[in-house]
């Protein structure tokens, strides 16, 4: 019987034991382990929070992750249930469901299975173990091997020779929901529970107005953490949190306050910035940088991938600045989006898109006074952009011959995959006054456009189809570089233009576009590897931040990447 009507059987079998909860847990302790994991992923997707609870207590292998896993309802209720199984007192390990499971993973990632293989049964390993916290099972045991081998006693680390220490990885939001709150007090009292065998490691952390959750904060182990998102926060409130937190490798902040960009909590929160040696990505918005960018410049690493500085008061002194720093070689997304930074001269940005010119995969200039002759003057630079996936420029002033310009230029960047672009000028009664837009004209510009890439699209498909009698092409050249027709309208971007995109997505798809895992699976899409993590909140309990804008159809998303036809 070959491999796939075996997998078959196994999922037969499984859907068979769900069918009836109460024999489907007495059946553990006899399940071969090949059903396990199938059984496991039914019984997930199906939201069986009993099956879930008693398949923890008597996993077979060394670890388990949710994955790619995901459903919309109930999800915290899973979560409480699978963190429910795990065996953290010696008396439940009495039992003759007696558990090998050693780290139960909570966190959703599309490039995690549901257990690592077995490479040796004897010290079986997890690739997602921590590796930073003294807290943590690689620790723990190091400690009880030295007790017990060496006679050394270390009072922190030691646990009764009947525990054995658990992991229990999740990420978190600390959005004032009471259902997030509901579970975080689960999950303190479970670790209180414990006596110190389950260590609760979070690497993801995602808090709103951090003056109410400073007490929830203190059950964390904060040096496990390498990603950050804060909103509403002092600068001092900030620095703090940094220096608990050594391992970062990505960063996010919106509106931080503080009172001068040359007083003392700003020197302070520079010198703790400087001190995260593996920070890769780092966004800021609503953070008061004017003519200061250079100070940051100077501390971050040199190969940042990410900078994101969005409403951050940037001057063309700014932008020379980044221009002529070591970090302007390495970036592969850099979004400068609400700052005024075409106001006076092109010069500064146009001699960044040079230095960004080998590397740049993703750009973001939304809302920035980009004019015709702005865009004129940085078409050249723009066009030796080679690597470039995305460009978006929406809620600028641009006209439609430019327009026509801009799109004729791109279309000699081969992996070009998105471009969000504004409305031309003329199809507004008043630019940018929202209720003013002329529909028709609109419709008439997304012909235009339309025409324009078939034909566009034709002429790769003819070149292709010549090349290939020669030497063979790569596919994916060709589809990246080929658009396809279908134009949608979307809101005026906020604070970033991914809530835009995922407007387009929700038409698109109807997959919940205003859902952060919506949001995140599209942008792992988009922005390849750039995206570590695939977060899940509970639907409707999480709202993306305002927008700065009213809402208009000030924006057009073309670009969407199109099969190669075969």
């Given at each position: 019987m070959d491999q796939k009507a075996i997998a078959t059987l196994l999922e037969l079998a499984a859907k068979s034991l769900l069918s009836n909860e109460p024999a489907?847990?007495?059946?553990?302790?006899?399940?071969?382990?090949?059903?396990?994991?199938?059984?496991?992923i039914d019984a997930f997707l199906g939201g069986h929070k009993k099956i879930l609870k008693a398949m923890v207590r008597a996993w077979p292998f060394h670890c388990l992750h949710i994955g790619a896993l995901s459903i919309q309802e109930s999800y915290y209720e899973i979560l409480e249930a699978m963190t429910d199984g795990l065996q953290i007192h010696?008396?439940?390990?009495?039992?003759?469901?007696?558990?090998?499971?050693?780290?139960?993973?909570?966190?959703?990632?599309?490039?995690?299975?549901?257990?690592?293989s077995e490479i040796s049964t004897t010290f079986p390993f997890c690739f997602q173990s921590c590796v930073y916290s003294r807290h943590s099972m690689l620790k723990t045991e190091e400690a009880q091997h030295n007790v017990k081998c060496l006679g050394i006693v270390n009072s922190?680390?030691?646990?009764?020779?009947?525990?054995?220490?658990?992991?229990?990885?999740?990420?978190?939001?600390?959005?004032?929901?009471?259902?997030?709150?509901?579970?975080?007090s689960f999950l303190q009292s479970k670790v209180e529970q414990s006596f110190g065998s389950l260590h609760l490691c979070c690497r993801d952390l995602q808090i709103d107005k951090i003056s109410a959750h400073k007490s929830v904060l203190q059950f964390l182990?904060?040096?496990?953490?390498?990603?950050?998102?804060?909103?509403?926060?002092?600068?001092?409130?900030?620095?703090?949190?940094?220096?608990?937190?050594?391992?970062?490798?990505?960063?996010?902040?919106?509106?931080?306050?503080?009172?001068?960009?040359?007083?003392?909590d700003f020197r302070a929160f520079l010198i703790q910035l400087g001190q995260l040696d593996n920070l890769q990505e780092l966004s800021l918005a609503l953070f008061c940088l004017t003519d200061q960018l250079h100070k940051l410049l100077r501390i971050l690493p040199p190969q940042l991938d990410i900078l994101c500085l969005s409403f951050c008061g940037l001057s063309n002194r700014d932008i020379?600045?980044?221009?002529?720093?070591?970090?302007?070689?390495?970036?592969?997304?850099?979004?400068?989006?609400?700052?005024?930074?075409?106001?006076?001269?092109?010069?500064?940005?146009?001699?960044?898109?040079?230095?960004?010119?080998?590397?740049?995969?993703?750009?973001?200039?939304?809302?920035?006074?980009?004019?015709?002759?702005?865009?004129s003057a940085v078409l050249p630079a723009l066009s030796h952009c080679t690597?470039?996936?995305?460009?978006?420029?929406?809620?600028?002033?641009?006209?439609?011959?430019?327009?026509?310009?801009?799109?004729?230029?791109?279309?000699?960047?081969?992996?070009?995959?998105?471009?969000?672009?504004?409305?031309?000028?003329?199809?507004?009664?008043?630019?940018?006054?929202?209720?003013?837009?002329?529909?028709?004209?609109?419709a008439e510009v997304q012909a235009q456009?339309?025409?324009?890439?078939?034909?566009?699209?034709?002429?790769?498909?003819?070149?292709?189809?010549?090349?290939?009698?020669?030497?063979?092409?790569?596919?994916?050249?060709?589809?990246?570089?080929?658009?396809?027709?279908?134009?949608?309208?979307?809101?005026?971007?906020?604070?970033?233009?991914?809530?835009?995109?995922?407007?387009?997505?929700?038409?698109?798809?109807?997959?919940g576009g205003s859902s952060p895992q919506g949001r995140k699976k599209f942008w792992r899409s988009?922005?390849?590897?750039?995206?570590?993590?695939?977060?899940?909140?509970?639907?409707?309990?999480?709202?993306?931040?305002?927008?700065?804008?009213?809402?208009d159809d000030g924006n057009v998303l073309m670009g969407d990447v199109q099969e190669d036809p075969q």
């Open positions: 489907a847990i007495h059946a553990l302790e006899e399940l071969p382990r090949d059903l396990f994991v199938p059984l496991f010696p008396d439940q390990n009495s039992s003759s469901w007696e558990s090998k499971l050693r780290i139960l993973d909570l966190r959703q990632d599309p490039d995690c299975g549901t257990t690592c922190e680390s030691e646990l009764p020779s009947t525990q054995k220490p658990i992991e229990l990885l999740v990420d978190l939001s600390f959005n004032s929901t009471l259902r997030t709150k509901q579970f975080l182990d904060l040096g496990c953490i390498d990603h950050l998102e804060l909103n509403q926060a002092y600068l001092n409130e900030v620095t703090t949190l940094l220096a608990q937190m050594i391992h970062l490798n990505s960063i996010s902040l919106s509106n931080i306050s503080f009172k001068h960009r040359k007083g003392e020379t600045v980044l221009s002529q720093s070591s970090q302007a070689t390495y970036l592969r997304l850099l979004n400068l989006s609400n700052n005024q930074i075409f106001s006076e001269v092109y010069e500064p940005f146009r001699n960044l898109l040079e230095k960004v010119s080998g590397t740049l995969q993703y750009l973001e200039i939304n809302n920035c006074l980009v004019t015709d002759s702005t865009l690597h470039l996936h995305v460009l978006s420029f929406a809620f600028n002033p641009i006209t439609m011959p430019l327009l026509m310009d801009l799109l004729q230029h791109l279309t000699c960047l081969m992996e070009l995959k998105h471009v969000i672009y504004p409305v031309p000028v003329h199809c507004y009664e008043q630019w940018n006054f929202p209720g003013s837009l002329d529909r028709q004209k609109l456009l339309t025409a324009m890439l078939q034909v566009h699209f034709q002429v790769l498909q003819n070149s292709r189809a010549k090349k290939q009698q020669k030497q063979k092409m790569c596919p994916t050249l060709w589809k990246c570089g080929a658009y396809s027709v279908g134009l949608y309208e979307i809101t005026p971007v906020s604070k970033h233009v991914s809530d835009s995109i995922v407007a387009k997505e929700k038409i698109k798809y109807n997959d988009v922005r390849g590897n750039f995206g570590k993590r695939n977060r899940h909140y509970d639907r409707g309990e999480y709202e993306p931040q305002p927008s700065h804008f009213q809402e």
